[in-house]
């Protein structure tokens, strides 16, 4: 891994993050006293949490430290954090209602029902590009995976999925313009601000997902959406409204952030030939790698929440207002929790990582699905390349919150 060397680079900057994670910064950051106050130009500041114990106590008690103003760094209004509310945006007990409501089909269970479904997808994406030396591994493979699990699983064709996973690019990537003309610190948003994102993508998906409901409703199919949609015996089912913001959550985390923890494994896999090959050769080794691979990746950097009350952090004053800001991939780097963090080991244990915000409320409702994933693909590449390595220069994500490496050129010799 390549450390940026400037313990003082600008967390903020979206740029920063086009050459790498500043780890240094972030190192600089757990080393401070208590938590650290961040000014922001276009915003009211908030406190940096940056320690893996420190994140898991502001996680684990939401009474405190509150999802409903909002999980993002921007400041709203009422009027746009209603407009965009989610589960992501609820604290318990109402967060816990609405996610019995949609969390079955994503349950361990439930998901493990899926596997021979994302093997023969994952078979297939591979078989496509079976031959060919040299690609690149995001577009050709990683997006792909996802693309065509998450079609599946919301009952939609290929093209329609391809479409999604365009959308949900402009969502999660706002913040560069290979994915968007409406680059959120570029452009003004304005006409947006009650979308998902600040994005026009939000109305072009609310719209889908609205046919999409009118579809199942007349015409109920064993799909997710149908799922959905359906009457609760313990509640009441999604609205209109809430379904079009789920749908539309699906989308942008049911692709992106599976995709670029598969960028950011194969990347640390072919940094580390003798564990790629340890992998290949030891594959009752998969469950840890992948635990390892979501550490490494943490690619979810950060969640925002909101003090309900004066408290304290690690010794430091909190106000009732304050911002507070999760920085999971620093808690995932933390020395203190794990020895040698930027030594990527796939043998790694215990890897307690917060990946998917561990022991926390709002943890990954698809973090079953997205193992599955990460782990059936790399079961079915890696026994049929007989080597496999980066071939030009990777192009990583601008963004703040998303770490992801968006082009991944390589070259394969196969067996």
């Known amino acids: 891994m390549e450390i940026s060397a400037d313990p003082h680079a600008d967390i903020l900057s979206h740029d920063t993050f086009t050459h790498g994670v500043p780890h240094a910064a972030f190192g600089r950051l757990r080393d401070s006293s208590g938590l650290t106050w961040i000014s922001e130009q276009d915003g009211a500041g908030f406190w940096a949490v940056t320690r893996y114990e420190d994140v898991l106590h502001v996680s684990k008690n939401p009474q405190i430290f509150s999802s409903a103003k909002g999980i993002r760094l921007e400041d709203m209004t009422t009027e746009e954090t209603e407009a965009r509310r989610t589960m992501m945006e609820l604290d318990p007990p109402q967060h816990t209602a609405y996610r019995r409501l949609v969390g079955a089909p994503f349950s361990r269970r439930e998901v493990l029902a899926y596997e021979d479904a994302v093997r023969l997808l994952a078979r297939e994406v591979i078989e496509s590009v079976y031959g060919q030396t040299e690609f690149d591994f995001v577009e050709a493979i990683a997006r792909a995976l996802p693309m065509r699990m998450l079609g599946s699983l919301l009952g939609v064709s290929d093209a329609d999925g391809h479409w999604l996973v365009e959308k949900g690019d402009a969502l999660i990537g706002n913040a560069d313009p290979e994915f968007t003309q ?160 930027y030594q990527f080991n796939i043998r790694r244990t215990p890897n307690d990582h917060v990946a998917f915000g561990l022991k926390s409320p709002h943890k990954c409702l698809g973090e079953h699905l997205a193992r599955l994933e990460i782990k059936v693909l790399f079961e079915e590449l890696l026994p049929r390349v007989s080597s496999i390595k980066l071939h030009g220069v990777i192009q990583r994500l601008r963004s703040n919150f998303i770490s992801g490496i968006k082009h991944l050129p390589v070259q394969v010799q196969w067996k």
């Open 182 to 341: 409406h680059v959120v610190d570029l452009v003004s948003t304005d006409e947006y601000r009650l979308m998902p994102f600040r994005s026009p993508a939000g109305l072009e998906l609310f719209d889908y997902a609205g046919k999409q409901a009118l579809d199942r409703r007349r015409n109920p199919k064993p799909d997710l959406i149908s799922k959905l949609l359906e009457p609760k015996i313990d509640g009441e089912p999604l609205s209109d409204h809430e379904f079009k913001n789920f749908f539309t959550l699906l989308v942008a985390a049911g692709n992106d952030t599976t995709r670029y923890t598969m960028a950011a494994g194969l990347e640390a896999l072919m940094q580390n030939p003798d564990q790629l090959e340890d992998l290949r050769t030891n594959p009752a080794l998969m469950d840890d790698a992948v635990e390892e691979i979501l550490r490494w990746g943490s690619v979810t950097m950060h969640f925002r929440r909101t003090a309900k009350e004066d408290t304290q952090v690690a010794g430091t004053h909190i106000k009732a207002g304050d911002k507070i800001v999760l920085f999971y991939i620093s808690a995932d780097y933390d020395e203190r929790r794990f020895p040698n963090p």
